[in-house]
């Protein structure tokens, strides 16, 4: 019983970093129709910046709440601009193209961002300094700490500001439209090409705050963080319904839980044959299993003919 | 590429592809053949992942577990790790053949889904057996797990090994050249059948689903049988380069077959140019020699330049390959080398428009 509380309470926490990761794949599929693969190297940079910032400014002994949100904005602020630049880059020339262009550009950036990290920041592994006493919690039996409570609800509010952007405000509307029927919305005045790069700065944002929430989660920082924890964010947008936010959050929230409890119990299940070391399995199986019973995701409509 | 049968261009090519190793060797040293060995391993796998990809549009990013299992049949049954040593001429066709499987086992449940939806579920396809390969040495030791099998058998005909050297009219071919041969000769066979494929019912149904799934089913053809077999070929060609792989390396380890790894194949097919045996060929080759250059090169330069290696040739070498992958897409989005039939397309686009500005022109003269 225990086990299963404090799994649930980590699959949260795991969920919710996986769910704003969701996102920004979420958001960019919605309006482009592409797979961003290069946005969990996006996570990752947003992570050695906050990193970099946060070591900097600590030492220099600034007021620590002072450095955490300061190495936030600039996190933020860097993979917004590179999520511009990708856009720009990597993507628009190649709207009208054959399909699997932009896939493969997206790889290339995926691979030069992770090279010029490693050549920046190393191979080595980063301690993230966290300047303060994350105390743990008793919850019923499982154990919580401050960061994992600000990890949830953090997650929580920026979900609610994304919906609320994107069903009240203007340019939530002009998203919408545009991931509707882009041609139909420039005819009636939308700028497209604003409207894409705003999503991706959207995404690239929430990224670096992913990025931020499993280094200090984990306390770790790693050139190569990005990649799996990218795949995994992607699994779970497709899992809640590429394209629709909701999905993508309940698609995150769900595979954290999924990999945690498969974690947890998968040794007792099979009486000790497989290990915890099977964890990123299930991430696969459970796509697998949705993807042939409800091709669409858990939320998503059925898109009858995108190829 | 199309050389007439009668055309003396054809023995030419055959002469130089027969002299290559020996050219290589002599030119630029026995390093370089190896890695016109795997660049001829890399041309087979890229042409199986050409039929899924170039002809049937099925987008699959999970290719190399298809090499990783054909791999780890030959490794398996011809290593000390069970004590096996079966010979080559049967654990190569088993490899195929479970390979083969596994691309039907892939297949079938994915069938209605297609473009991202397939390239996603390929992907973790590919991620499960490789994280199953990674770790089925406990509690029963299987793949030996990340340590990988080592001391695999080499690849044997009889009483010939290919992983010797010999003596013959004064000419020594080390096991580099030998597997050379051996690895072109599976790799025309490879582009025979590929060709052959290209050019029959079954080829000319696999484009059909690629232009228009649902026109091709309408036009009668099994959409369901096709696509499972585009799978089924892909993968018997992954399944018999893997095996070729682990004879040649006699060793192997989950690291070989990494998402990287299927990312890179793809890269070939699609910067080669989809479906056209040529364009995937040209891929395959600069994608496995550039990196090497490069690599080579990277430390030399920079110590002239700067007076030291100032930046990690391996990282500058992939950073160079990624800066390369999005500039070619940039540039030449159908790829180098195209399929003719896409430039035939084009090219009918082309004279029809001509012929309408022509006959605009003529009107008003």
Known sequence: MEILLQQIVNGLVQGSVYALVALGYTMV????????????????????????????????????????????LAAMAVCMALGYSIERIAYRPLRNAPRLAPLITAIGVSIVLQNLAMMIWGREYHSFPLPFNSTSHQLGGAIVNDVQIAIV?????IMSALMWLVQRTRMGRAMRAVAENPAAAALMGVDINRVISATFMLGSALAAIAGFMVSANYGIVHYYMGFMLGLKAFTAAVLGGIGNLRGAMLGGVLLGLIESLGAGYIGDLTGGFLGSNYQDVF???????????????????KLAERA | MRLHRSSPGRFVFAAILLALPFVIDALLGHGWVRIADFALLYIMLALGLNIVVGYAGLLDLGYIAFFAVGAYTYALLGSPQFGLHWPMWVVLPLGALIACGFGVLLGAPTLKLRGDYLAIVTLGFGEIIRIFLNNLNAPVNITNGPQGISAIDPLQIGGFSFGNSYQWLGMRADDVHLHYYLFLAFTLLVIFISRRLEDSRIGRAWVAIREDEVAASAMG???????????AMGATFGGISGGLFAGFQGFVSPESFSLMESVMVLCMVVLGGMGNVGGVVLGGVLLVILPELFRNA???????????????????????????????????????????????????????????????????K
């Open chain 2, 221 to 231: 053809i099994n959409t369901r049988n096709i696509k499972l077999l585009a799978f």
């Open chain 1, 283 to 301: 991430a696969f199986l459970v796509l697998i299993a949705v993807l042939i019973l409800r091709p669409s995701g858990l939320l998503g409509e």
């Open chain 2, 298 to 364: 990277a430390g030399p330069v920079q110590q002239a330049l700067l007076g030291k290696v100032v930046v990690d040739p391996e990282s500058l070498r992939m950073l160079m390959f990624g800066m390369a992958l999005i500039l070619v897409m940039l540039w030449r989005p159908a790829g180098l080398w195209p399929s003719t039939q896409r430039r035939r397309e084009f090219a009918a686009e082309n004279s029809v428009l001509q012929q309408e500005q022509e006959t605009v022109y003529d009107a008003s």
């Open chain 1, 29 to 72: 599929y919605g309006i482009l129709g592409l797979i961003n693969f290069a946005h969990g190297e996006v996570v990752m940079i947003g992570a050695m910046i906050a990193l970099t910032v946060l070591q900097t400014l600590l030492a220099a002994a600034v007021a620590p709440v002072l450095a955490v949100v300061l190495s936030l």
């Open chain 1, 153 to 157: 609800a953090v997650a929580l509010l």
